[in-house]
């Protein structure tokens, strides 16, 4: 069997992101880490948005998951 003869491959070109165009999205992905940090740990707090327990059984095991206790 012949050996097949290498491709040349050139480097994909760069592209160029404006920070204009990141920063919408950048400040969304923060403001749903604050509410998913909020909700694994803080909820049922001192500071509780929902009365019931439903929140603090929804997110228990990624509380534990992240080192947070709950009880």
Known sequence: MALAA???VSPAP?????VREIVPWALFAAAIAF???YFIGFEQGAFSF???S???EFVH???HLAG???H
């Open 54 to 56: 439903y929140v603090h």
């Open 50 to 52: 929902v009365s019931s």
């Open 35 to 37: 509410v998913l940090v």
């Open 14 to 18: 760069s592209v160029a992101i404006p």
């Open 68 to 70: 947070l206790p709950c």
């Open 61 to 63: 095991d990624a509380r």
């Open 6 to 8: 290498p491709i040349a």
